[in-house]
């Protein structure tokens, strides 16, 4: 858009220049000068019109060949990094959207192979979290919950990717990624939850068509706000003829409503991952040897005492408030009188800082294993999150050259690792959900995966979740996925899965092969008949 601002006021510029000419009559010395002048703003002009980064309107390909040796097997594959022009109702294209295409050279028809879309979150991010973290053919290799080393940064084939079992899409945000508006359009037209879904569902009608995958087994793979995305474009797909086989939610949050900090239903969704996490770091004074019992007694205790604690506000005994501390200090690793100067409710910030006080150490909000250093023990809140910042550098610094080098893709756009940072980036919260003629001021898009799970009763969805994630915490996922008001048929269809990890549940080498084999199993009965 920057590039329309300055043109127009270059073209003003110009005009200046010529409009006084015929008003003043001067003489021919000062008007060939004026006309030079013009010229020059011209040509000023044109040269940033030739030299400015732009979005292509035409789609564009590079598809480059490799080979990955995984189980055994050499799968040869076409990589193909390009973009997809979305349009609005009249045909005119609105922006451009770039994706990295995996798709394995077969014997069968493409149209029996499955195609999974893949995007993360934010909202807001590129897919690259994902594309070199997941279950693409490259990988960056992490192992424990550490900060990565500086470049030289471990990087190759990954022996978990999902290349064996489906075809690959990852498809960046309009915004992050080389993704941006055209024209004249605005990217606040799809910063927003609602405008966001229908992008994203152009895009993913926009490669089906292309590449004639109409009849292939499809899914959806979201990762945090990925997982709001999905929920909503599901069904949004599902109204244009598109069925899917499967949705996998990966760290989930589905309904921000019920997540709001003030409320207290915030403080029991927490509740089961701050146990896995003073489990994690030795901080319980009788550590229990198996964790999921453990988390299994978190839950128990989360939806009844701690609750009915919670609802009686100001109303409730000093016994019985001292009762409940000493009770959430057994599976918080938070002293007593620390819970009850926070009135039983502790949030995230204050536990993050709180528990590893005495070590002058924090943990981390994407992944409570990662530990940092604040300037200030003392503090209230950690400076920043350390499972954040641990990855972060490897990633982009990786994926930039992974782009250039193995996948050939040139651009003089800078691959933006999200869209936060734009002057003008602001989220639109609002939704307008089936079957309600008023729109949420929050999102709850359970509703719309709801809808979706009745109207296709063979559509299944697999929840992935990390005990250590506090982003998204695994119960209140939970809370989410059992309050669709489904019937049985259809909650029979919803499949759990947790891992000893965070929100990348992939940063752990071991849950990531966990994870391939899970996903692997729910393609193998979402595509049988």
């Known amino acids: 858009m920057r590039f329309y601002s300055i043109m127009a006021s270059l073209l003003f510029s110009a005009s200046m220049v010529l409009s006084p000419v015929w008003a003043e009559h001067p003489d021919k010395k000062t008007l060939d000068k004026k006309i030079e002048n013009n010229k020059l ?36 594959y076409h990589a193909t990094a390009g973009t997809l022009t979305i349009r609005d109702s009249e045909g005119k294209p609105t922006a451009s959207v770039f994706y990295t295409a995996y798709t394995l050279d077969s014997k069968n028809s493409v149209s029996n192979r499955p195609v999974t879309f893949f995007y993360n979150g934010g909202p807001g991010s590129s897919s690259l979290w994902l594309h070199v973290g997941s279950f693409g053919p490259m990988r960056v290799n992490t192992a424990d919950p550490i900060t990565i080393r500086p470049a030289p940064y471990p990087f190759g084939p990954n022996p978990d990717s999902m290349l064996d079992v489906s075809d690959l899409v990852f498809i960046d945000a309009i915004g992050s990624g080389y993704s941006r508006p055209l024209g004249d359009t605005k990217g606040k037209e799809f ?3 609602d405008q966001d879904a229908q ?18 087994p499809k899914y959806l793979f979201g990762e945090s706000y990925g997982t709001t995305r999905s929920g909503q474009l599901v069904n949004l797909l599902q109204k244009e003829g598109m069925q899917f086989n ?15 900090p003030g409320y207290d ?3 029991k969704a927490y509740l089961p991952s701050y146990a896995a996490t ?24 989360a939806n009844g005492p701690y609750s009915t604690a919670l609802d009686k506000g100001d109303h409730i005994s000093d016994e019985e408030k001292s009762q409940i501390a000493q009770q959430l200090a057994g599976f918080t690793g938070l002293s007593p009188e620390f819970i009850k100067l926070n009135n039983l409710r502790i949030d995230l910030g204050s536990f993050r800082k709180e528990l590893l006080r005495d070590r002058h150490l924090t943990t981390g909000r994407l992944d409570a294993r990662y530990t940092g250093i604040d300037s200030e023990p003392a503090g209230e809140t950690p400076e920043f999150d350390a499972s954040s910042t641990a990855v972060s550098g490897a990633f982009f610094g990786l994926f930039s050259d992974y782009l250039t080098r193995d996948l050939q893709y040139q651009s003089n756009m800078n691959y933006n690792i999200s869209i936060y940072g734009q002057p003008d980036f602001k989220w639109d ?36 979740n990390g005990y250590y994630d506090m982003a998204t915490p695994f119960f209140a996922t939970e809370y989410d996925l059992s309050h669709m008001m489904l019937e049985p048929a259809q909650r029979a269809n919803i499949a759990y899965r947790y891992y000893p990890s965070g929100h990348m549940v992939y940063l752990d080498p071991v849950s990531l092969h966990e994870m391939k084999q899970d996903v692997a199993r729910f393609y193998t009965e979402t595509t049988a008949h």
């Open 191 to 193: 910063w927003g939850v």
């Open 41 to 76: 703003n011209t040509s000023l002009t044109e040269e940033i019109q030739a030299n400015w980064a732009h979005p292509p309107v035409l789609e564009q390909e590079k598809v480059t060949e490799h080979t990955l040796s995984l189980n055994g097997q050499n799968l040869r």
């Open 429 to 464: 919260w609002k939704h307008k959900a089936p079957g309600s003629s008023s729109v949420q001021q929050i999102p709850d898009v359970a509703v719309d995966l709801s809808l979706a799970m009745r109207e296709n009763p063979h559509l299944k969805i697999l929840s992935l």
């Open 199 to 216: 992008a994203f569902a152009k895009t993913i009608q926009r490669y089906v068509t292309k590449n004639q995958r109409w009849g292939s």
């Open 265 to 267: 239903h915030i403080y």
């Open 246 to 260: 499967g949705v996998i939610l990966l760290s989930s949050i589905l309904n921000y409503g019920i997540r709001q």
């Open 278 to 301: 003073a489990w994690y770091h030795n901080k319980l004074r009788n550590r229990p040897a198996d964790l999921k019992s453990f988390l299994d007694r978190a839950r128990a205790f």
